[in-house]
């Protein structure tokens, strides 16, 4: 029997893969079988169970198959002595430029396997042992939360700043941000205008530094 190289390996497995992202143009991801797969790819049930176990290994490898193929993304880490609002202004400019990245299918996709997330306790823990960071956005804010945090402790931001209400605050914005570009132009549900991204992030960033006190630096 003729020995399966790894090309043909990760030939069939990009198959596979693109096959589900085609399904789930039909039906929400976090509603997607491995049926619905097979039928897709038009293979054969063994041929696709020999490279996913379940319809959940198979979304980890499409997380970090995109991982594998993303473009480099701007450093995250604060420089020694960066003040807390230049550092912040840094993270959400280029926080702003990676939703432009923001794109159907995979943000569909992305936006419909968080509710996933929400509800399969066992996903989301597997999702979050295995899956390499995906869109720099995630990074980026989970950055700017310990920076916001560390400041606090030593003493760097006024002590009635209410960190905790900055926080929140950040990341329902954000939330709501990100929920309307995928509705924008993953869904095609459009408003009146198209959302402009930097001006939101902008307007974030502003309201961010008025809640933490933070004044010109």
């Known amino acids: 029997m003729p020995k399966v190289t790894q090309e043909h390996r990760e030939q069939m497995r990009a198959r596979i893969l693109e096959a589900a992202v085609k399904a789930s143009e039909i039906r929400p991801a976090y509603e997607l079988t491995m049926r619905d797969v097979i ?3 038009k293979l054969s049930p063994g041929a696709v169970y020999s490279y996913y176990r379940n319809i959940d ?3 980890i490898d499409f997380f970090n198959s995109r ?4 473009d480099a993304v701007p450093d995250t880490e604060r420089g020694a002595g960066e003040p807390l609002g230049a550092y912040m202004d840094r993270l959400l400019d280029a926080v702003a430029l990676s939703l432009r990245e923001i794109t159907q299918p995979v943000g569909k996709i992305i936006f419909e396997l968080d509710t996933k997330r929400a509800t399969h306790p066992e996903f989301a823990r597997r999702r979050s042992e295995s899956v390499k960071p ?7 804010l989970s950055q700017l939360e310990q920076a916001i945090r560390a400041d606090m402790e030593v003493g760097a931001l006024p002590p009635d700043t209410d960190v905790e209400t900055a926080l929140v605050f950040l990341q329902t914005s954000f939330d709501g941000i990100l929920r309307d ?3 924008e132009r ?3 549900l459009k408003k009146t205008a198209p ?3 930097t001006k939101l992030i902008a307007a974030l960033a502003k309201s961010l530094r008025a809640l933490l006190n933070i004044q010109g630096e």
């Open 195 to 197: 959302i402009d991204e």
């Open 67 to 70: 991982s594998r193929v993303a």
């Open 181 to 183: 570009l995928i509705f």
């Open 134 to 140: 995906l869109i720099f956005y995630h990074e980026a």
């Open 39 to 41: 039928r897709s790819a």
């Open 57 to 59: 290994d198979l979304w």
């Open 186 to 188: 993953c869904y095609g």
